[in-house]
């Protein structure tokens, strides 16, 4: 098939180059914008059942609302005053009206709503405070009925849609709660006095990208406050909130994917330049990905943009480094597999040309007949690369997660464009630059003098050193095996103890992606100096009363059932364990504003005598009575909920444990007559939880049919199972080794910087994604190795030579003379990964890091150490009796030449029979290992 595939493309790359040239234009110009098709949100790619979006979903069908998914919080603060922010009566004599609570009241509160409302943020009649609400005007929606006036006290609710009122679900905003609400006030009012909160609840997930205009806007209100002089001398004003953090991950993310694509570029251009020496060969591999990688990209935004998968934001940047490092390798494998043909060809294969109207040099067919013949004798070994890392990341389609799911669709996809171009695009850009893709020094017809990986450009000496180099290794290696073995795995072992012991400790939080400047990141920590971290995102608690044999409830409504009683008793019982839980306040329908002794009272002040206190007092009780009572569905009134605020930020692994624990205690502590009820939690830690769920189940899913792909490729490849597990053993070890290093680098790392609490861990992503990579992308530099290792033992066999010296002589010369164009292409891919280190969001960087670290150890110690001191070892007979199990080398019967793609790797001297010949009828001199 390949020699076929060879003499197609070097006869007609007009063609090829034409089909790529149109395939490009196609896809390029009919591709949707790659963010107008990505899927918003981290959670919306849980799966079905994870219990928070269940959670969700009884929530929405028993309160006929969503509830709050993310916020956008306005903190208003005066630390540096005793007395913390001022009121009327802190105001000057001469100016009374300068002081904090006007600036809120007055200032701040209108113009934010008018900023809302003029945006299409959110509708006029929404509860804003104790601002009345806006005449709705004419022109806003004038199809639909106007809306019905709010609920007197429901603070607390987002509003339901009632018949004849205004739908507001297709508003971001869901509800603005402040200090001045008369109910909840309280509530956004800092203990220590220096603090207030304006909390605008949204209906969207933290990362979506709807979002953004809304906390823009936001921004904007603030600059413009700032600047026009109204904010009062020493009041602070910072935006935070989960939606504010949501936006700089995306904004931080799309940086990220551009530093990432051009520092790949200039990475992968120098170290081209590096090695060949002549710009125009380092081009052709450049090209090839870059076209390879906007054809893959293209086709994935096409299948988003048609509703056949939902790529997530930030997914181009792993294809891309993976795609680039993948194809310039192959790339690499066949230009110097193309000149080690040309250097095997007669003299005179290339002639110069006559400088005539054309100029220049005229291709032969010898030029033409090189290039076939090394596209046929490396397209088997490229194509089997490939097929390895295409099938090991292909299991992460296998996840749950819908995003490991995606990046196996998307890397793969990208694989598979490069592995088609560089078996026809770059083959094709070879023909058409003919021998000036040597330049500036080329190939006249003179045959080298003993092949080699460098092209021609690369100085003599260069070569020389390389070979040297090389050559002195694998001696070393061959002729004491066991001591580099030992060496090797004795240096690895400490740091796999810290992978193995470290990989689940991980961190999920949101703020430790983003650098200390990021506006959310500030404005969390104006937020945390003065309320309990939790407050950003408080933990839901739905409890369903069970039903009794007798087919009744208890309904929470019903005063004579006293449910309310009930509900006290657990919130009670759950305060009473909040050192241990780590709980901040804990708000029900017998404690709204939190229980305690030190909790606010719920108030109802306000002007119009006792009668209108006692209105106010009788709405406010309805309004707790409607948030905490769900009123729909068929469990109406079965259903109360609770709102639980941790100490810790809702986006840390403390707090998932925490909930962890919440649960636990609200079974323990149920009254006896809710035994047995549904407890079902929702929330941003929720959220969390079952995405730390779900990804470790993932992680073990994934490694295990990762190992068990990659295992059955090699064995087919191979045909022998003990190798082909020593290999996989290989790999696995360099992942644990790697994730080790990095991670006591990141220890060493905090303790440096003084990083308050030290390392926090890994990011989440990293353990699975490193995993899959290493093992897939690892197994292809050992595929080559050991097919060459074949091949050579093959060309070893001659008088006087037994089979074991044949076997070692194999292994020492497969190393000596594929060490350095393996290393180059390790160096390439590591340098793609590196790339990612270019990046803002701290996963990004780990991941980009461990990557580098992990290629270069396969690179030069897995590849040039543990398997050919393995090899040597097992053929030198050091094994015994069980290296006839293991596959060794036997002296009494002649070894099997049928091994798969031995004529095929991408690295071969002895090209021609005739060297073939002669390499078999010269007694070889071979040195036993020592």
């Known amino acids: 098939m390949f020699e076929v595939l060879g003499r197609s493309v070097t006869r007609g790359w007009p063609l090829v180059l034409t089909v790529w040239t149109l395939v490009l234009a196609a896809v390029w110009s009919a591709r949707p914008d790659w963010n107008a098709v990505t899927a918003d949100g981290e959670f919306a790619f849980l799966p079905e059942d994870a219990p928070s979006l269940a959670a969700e979903r009884q929530f929405r069908e028993r309160y006929g609302t969503d509830l709050l998914r993310s916020s956008i919080v306005l903190a208003v603060s005066r630390p540096a005053?005793?007395?913390?922010?001022?009121?009327?009566?802190?105001?000057?004599?001469?100016?009374?009206?300068?002081?904090?609570?006007?600036?809120?009241?007055?200032?701040?509160?209108?113009?934010?709503?008018?900023?809302?409302?003029?945006?299409?943020?959110?509708?006029?009649?929404?509860?804003?405070?104790?601002?009345?609400?806006?005449?709705?005007?004419?022109?806003?929606?004038?199809?639909?009925?106007?809306?019905?006036?709010?609920?007197?006290?429901?603070?607390?609710?987002?509003?339901?849609?009632?018949?004849?009122?205004?739908?507001?679900?297709?508003?971001?905003?869901?509800?603005?709660?402040?200090?001045?609400?008369?109910?909840?006030?309280?509530?956004?009012?800092?203990?220590?006095?220096?603090?207030?909160?304006?909390?605008?609840?949204?209906?969207?997930?933290?990362?979506?990208?709807?979002?953004?205009?809304?906390?823009?806007?936001?921004?904007?209100?603030?600059?413009?406050?700032?600047?026009?002089g109204v904010l009062p001398a020493g009041l602070e004003?910072?935006?935070?909130?989960?939606?504010?953090?949501?936006?700089?991950?995306?904004?931080?993310?799309?940086?990220?994917?551009?530093?990432?694509?051009?520092?790949?570029?200039?990475?992968?251009?120098?170290?081209?330049?590096?090695?060949?020496?002549?710009?125009?060969?380092?081009?052709?591999?450049?090209?090839?990905?870059?076209?390879?990688?906007?054809?893959?990209?293209?086709?994935?935004?096409?299948?988003?943009?048609?509703?056949?998968?939902?790529?997530?934001m930030g997914l181009e940047v792993y294809v891309t480094v993976v795609a680039y490092g993948a194809g310039v390798d192959y790339c690499m494998f066949l230009t110097a597999r193309f000149r080690e043909e040309l250097d095997a060809a007669a003299a005179g294969s290339l002639v110069p040309a006559g400088r005539g109207a054309g100029g220049g040099l005229r291709r032969s067919k010898g030029w033409s007949s090189a290039l076939g013949a090394a596209l046929a004798k490396v397209g088997p070994a490229l194509a089997a690369s490939a097929g390895t890392t295409v099938v090991g990341i292909g299991m992460m389609g296998f996840a749950e997660f819908g995003k490991f799911q995606q990046a196996a669709l998307g890397i793969v996809t990208g694989l598979i464009c490069v592995t088609a171009a560089s078996l026809t695009l770059a083959p094709a850009l070879l023909a058409l630059l003919g021998p000036w893709a040597f330049w500036p020094k080329i190939p006249h017809g003179k045959p080298a003098a003993e092949g080699g990986w460098l092209p021609a450009g690369s100085s003599s000496s260069r070569q020389r050193r390389m070979r040297r180099f090389w050559s002195g290794l694998a001696d070393r290696v061959c002729d004491r095996p066991g001591r580099w073995l030992l060496g090797a795995l004795a240096a690895m072992a400490p740091f796999a103890v810290v992978g193995a012991l470290g990989q689940d400790r991980l961190t999920y939080g949101l703020l430790?992606?983003?650098?200390?400047?990021?506006?959310?990141?500030?404005?969390?920590?104006?937020?945390?100096?003065?309320?309990?971290?939790?407050?950003?995102?408080?933990?839901?608690?739905?409890?369903?009363?069970?039903?009794?044999?007798?087919?009744?409830?208890?309904?929470?409504?019903?005063?004579?059932?006293?449910?309310?009683?009930?509900?006290?008793?657990?919130?009670?019982?759950?305060?009473?364990?909040?050192?241990?839980?780590?709980?901040?306040?804990?708000?029900?329908?017998?404690?709204?504003?939190?229980?305690?002794?030190?909790?606010?009272?719920?108030?109802?002040?306000?002007?119009?005598?006792?009668?209108?206190?006692?209105?106010?007092?009788?709405?406010?009780?309805?309004?707790?009575?409607?948030?905490?009572?769900?009123?729909?569905?068929?469990?109406?009134?079965?259903?109360v909920r609770f709102d639980v605020i941790f100490e810790e930020d809702p986006f840390t692994r403390g707090s998932i444990d925490r909930l962890e624990g919440l649960r636990d205690a609200?079974?323990?502590?149920?009254?006896?007559?809710?035994?047995?009820?549904?407890?079902?939690?929702?929330?941003?830690?929720?959220?969390?939880?079952?995405?730390?769920?779900?990804?470790?189940?993932?992680?073990?899913?994934?490694?295990?049919?990762?190992?068990?792909g990659v295992y059955v490729v090699l064995v087919l490849l191979?045909?022998?199972?003990?190798?082909?597990?020593?290999?996989?053993?290989?790999?696995?070890?360099?992942?644990?080794?790697?994730?080790?290093?990095?991670?006591?680098?990141?220890?060493?790392?905090?303790?440096?910087?003084?990083?308050?609490?030290?390392?926090?861990?890994?990011?989440?992503?990293?353990?699975?994604?490193?995993?899959?990579?290493?093992?897939?992308v690892g197994e292809d530099y050992n595929i080559y190795l050991v097919t060459r290792v074949d091949e050579e033992h093959a060309a070893a066999r001659g008088p006087g030579v037994s089979e074991s010296q044949a076997a070692v002589r194999g292994v020492r010369t497969a190393l000596a003379r594929t060490g350095a164009i393996i290393s180059a292409c390790g160096l390439i891919m590591a340098g793609t990964f590196a790339a990612m280190i270019f990046g803002e969001l701290t996963g990004m960087v780990q991941l980009g890091a461990a990557l580098a670290a992990g290629v270069l150890l396969d690179t030069f110690v897995i590849r040039p150490v543990l398997v050919p001191a393995y090899l040597a070892l097992l053929h030198g007979g050091r094994f015994g009796r069980l290296g006839r199990w293991l596959g060794a080398a036997?002296?009494?019967?002649?070894?099997?030449?049928?091994?798969?793609?031995?004529?095929?790797?991408?690295?071969?001297?002895r090209s021609t029979p005739a060297e073939q010949r002669r390499s078999n009828a010269e007694p070889l001199a071979t040195r036993e290992p020592g």
Do not use: C
Not at 303 to 310: E, H, I, K, L, P
């Open 81 to 228: 005053r005793p007395g913390g922010l001022t009121g009327p009566e802190d105001a000057p004599a001469d100016d009374p009206d300068a002081h904090d609570e006007r600036f809120l009241s007055e200032v701040l509160l209108p113009e934010l709503r008018e900023t809302l409302i003029a945006g299409g943020f959110a509708p006029s009649n929404l509860p804003f405070g104790d601002l009345p609400p806006e005449d709705p005007p004419a022109e806003e929606t004038p199809q639909r009925a106007p809306p019905a006036p709010p609920k007197p006290g429901a603070r607390l609710l987002i509003e339901k849609e009632e018949e004849g009122a205004a739908p507001t679900d297709e508003f971001l905003v869901a509800a603005v709660l402040t200090p001045r609400d008369r109910v909840v006030g309280p509530l956004f009012e800092s203990r220590d006095g220096h603090a207030a909160l304006i909390v605008l609840g949204l209906r969207t997930e933290f990362g979506e990208t709807r979002n953004a205009p809304l906390v823009t806007a936001v921004e904007e209100l603030v600059r413009r406050l700032r600047l026009s």
């Open 237 to 312: 004003l910072a935006v935070s909130g989960t939606a504010v953090v949501g936006r700089d991950l995306r904004e931080a993310t799309e940086r990220s994917g551009a530093a990432t694509h051009l520092a790949s570029l200039i990475l992968v251009i120098g170290l081209l330049l590096a090695i060949y020496r002549a710009p125009l060969l380092a081009a052709v591999p450049l090209i090839t990905v870059v076209v390879a990688v906007e054809v893959a990209l293209s086709l994935l935004a096409l299948a988003a943009g048609r509703g056949w998968f939902s790529p997530f």
């Open 512 to 639: 430790s992606e983003l650098p200390e400047n990021a506006p959310g990141v500030r404005g969390v920590d104006a937020v945390r100096r003065h309320f309990p971290p939790g407050e950003m995102g408080p933990a839901t608690v739905l409890l369903t009363s069970p039903v009794r044999p007798d087919g009744t409830a208890l309904d929470f409504r019903d005063r004579d059932a006293d449910g309310r009683g009930l509900v006290d008793d657990l919130t009670k019982r759950l305060w009473e364990r909040r050192e241990e839980l780590g709980l901040a306040s804990v708000r029900s329908l017998s404690a709204p504003l939190g229980a305690g002794e030190n909790a606010p009272d719920l108030t109802v002040e306000g002007d119009g005598g006792r009668l209108a206190a006692v209105l106010r007092r009788a709405a406010a009780a309805a309004g707790v009575r409607d948030y905490y009572i769900a009123g729909a569905d068929a469990a109406a009134g079965r259903t």
């Open 666 to 708: 609200v079974h323990e502590e149920l009254p006896p007559d809710l035994a047995g009820a549904d407890v079902a939690v929702l929330g941003a830690t929720a959220s969390l939880a079952d995405l730390a769920a779900v990804t470790a189940r993932d992680q073990t899913r994934i490694n295990a049919l990762v190992l068990l």
């Open 718 to 776: 191979l045909r022998r199972l003990a190798l082909s597990a020593y290999l996989i053993g290989t790999v696995a070890l360099g992942y644990l080794t790697t994730l080790g290093a990095i991670i006591a680098l990141s220890h060493l790392g905090a303790w440096w910087v003084g990083t308050p609490g030290g390392f926090a861990g890994l990011d989440w992503k990293v353990p699975t994604l490193l995993f899959t990579i290493l093992v897939a």
């Open 890 to 909: 036997s002296d009494g019967s002649p070894a099997s030449t049928n091994f798969p793609l031995t004529n095929s790797t991408p690295v071969h001297y």
